[in-house]
Structures are given as C-alpha cells and as structure tokens.
C-alpha cells in the first residue's frame, strides 16, 4: 500500500483525534445500536456526565453526530450519527476484529458474526470493475481533484 | 453493532495506543510498501533517529514487526512486518478512506484504488457461509472460548 501523501496522514492523524479514544468509540458503537438520548447513552456506558457532554459536543462539531430537539421546554435532545458516522462502522469493525485476533489475550474472544447466521465475518477489498476480491499489496493510492 | 464488551474495548484501546499514531503509522505503510532497513525508514519518512527507535521497538514488543539481523560486524537490523502487521491494512485502509470522504478540506482527495485499473476500492463485510455481502446492521458480537 503506498500512501505516502503527507495530507492522507495529517488527515488520518485527525480522524484518530477525532474518533480514536475510548469514549468517542464506545459512543459511536452505542449509536450503531440504536442509542439516541444522553441519558441512554449514561445508563449504557456508565460514563460521567461531563466526559459524555465533552465527547458529543466533539463528535457533533466533526461531523460524526447530529443534535436534534426532542421536546421542550425543557429542551431535550437526541444524538444521531449522520451518514458519516455510520460510515465509520467498517474501520471500527476492522480495529475490533485485529484487536481480538492479535492483541487479547483473555479466556475469551470477541467475534464479530454475520446475525442472521452466526458465522464471522470477513472483510475485504473490492474492485467494481474487474468484480473481484483482492490482497492489500494491490492497493494503491493515488489523487484527484476535489469534485 | 452491538460490541458491548469491556474486554474489547479495553482490548481496542490497547490496539489504538499500539498503532493509533502518526509515525507508527506512517512505519507500518512504509513497510507494507516494502522498506526493510532502519536507514531506509529514516530517509523515507523524514523521521528523527529516537522517535524512530522509539516505535520500532514498540512495534516489535507488540507483535506488529519483527527484528531480523542482516549483517555484522557492525551488527544491522531489517524490520520487516509480521503476519499480524499485515493485517493491519484493511483497518488503515478503512481509516484513510473515511478520513478522506470525511474529514479532508484540501484541493486534492487521497482516492485508495485498485492497482491493475486504477478503480476506487470498497471495503465490506462478507459472509462465507450465506456467500453474500451485507450492512453494519447484521453484524453482532459474541464471545467464543480461547481455543
């Protein structure tokens, strides 16, 4: 893989401050769930109020969530994640599954499966084009102009 | 997604602080390019000799690279990627392209392709056994016993 661009990596730097801590992950998986108010989103996580306020807030500002008003007054509100947000779920899948298969070493590992049918899933790259399956070393990258 | 167990996000957390920065990175693509030798690191990526030193080691405690000797006297080092290490891509791959639709403000986009034709690449989950592609919604988490 050659991506030797130094924007892709200032930018890869920022995508991990945004969306790379333990907090920031816990909540995007919980919005992946279904999750939508504050107050779910403390009871499940059992997160302070402050870090959550503090984590939201950052997510809402890159992108990754939207605010919206449920009710008034008092105003309350509900987070969402936008279409970017849930765009995130294949890196988060991909970091949780080397995690577990390179990183754990509990009793136990987390697998990720297909729901319908329980066998793990795989991920891989795919060409629309040439419709095939191929190995990273055929990775390139390359740039364009913004459309 | 539903992945709501503490080990794997305390197993994803050990996983980001291994590889979630900048020059680790930035090592880990360099190698998967193909660059084998301290000097080469060096030169390519504009390092300074500690930090590079630094996440070298880091690396090779945590199973990501390995330290192989390729002459003495002196005595010189190779660091080449381990089988875990290049495992890492599909998660570098998914980072950099949502980083890219997502967070980049620049003239140019970095676009990840399909080397021989030069096609966008996409990233998806796959299952084996029903043979079909399918969305984040049908991926759940389970836990199977360390075998």
């Given at each position: 893989?050659?991506?030797?661009?130094?924007?892709?990596?200032?930018?890869?730097?920022?995508?991990?401050?945004?969306?790379?801590?333990?907090?920031?992950?816990?909540?995007?998986?919980?919005?992946?769930?279904?999750l939508r108010?504050?107050?779910?989103?403390?009871a499940?996580?059992?997160?302070?109020?402050?870090?959550?306020t503090?984590?939201l807030?950052?997510?809402?500002?890159g992108?990754?969530?939207?605010?919206e008003?449920?009710?008034?007054?008092?105003?309350?509100?509900e987070?969402?994640?936008?279409p970017?947000?849930?765009?995130?779920?294949?890196?988060?899948v991909?970091?949780?599954?080397?995690?577990?298969h390179?990183?754990?070493?509990g009793?136990?590992?987390?697998?990720?499966?297909?729901?319908?049918?329980?066998?793990?899933?795989?991920?891989?790259f795919?060409?629309?084009?040439?419709e095939?399956?191929?190995?990273?070393?055929?990775?390139r990258?390359?740039?364009?102009?913004?459309?």
């Amino acid at each position: 893989m050659a991506v030797a661009d130094p924007s892709s990596i200032t930018t890869l730097e920022r995508t991990l401050k945004l969306v790379g801590d333990r907090w920031s992950i816990l909540i995007i998986r919980a919005a992946l769930r279904g999750l939508r108010r504050f107050g779910e989103y403390q009871a499940d996580l059992g997160i302070a109020r402050p870090v959550l306020t503090n984590r939201l807030r950052r997510l809402v500002d890159g992108g990754v969530m939207a605010k919206e008003q449920y009710q008034q007054p008092p105003p309350r509100y509900e987070y969402r994640l936008t279409p970017a947000g849930v765009a995130l779920s294949p890196a988060l899948v991909a970091l949780v599954q080397w995690g577990e298969h390179h990183m754990h070493h509990g009793d136990n590992d987390v697998v990720l499966v297909h729901a319908p049918c329980g066998t793990e899933l795989e991920q891989g790259f795919w060409c629309r084009q040439c419709e095939t399956t191929f190995a990273p070393a055929a990775v390139r990258a390359t740039t364009r102009a913004k459309s």
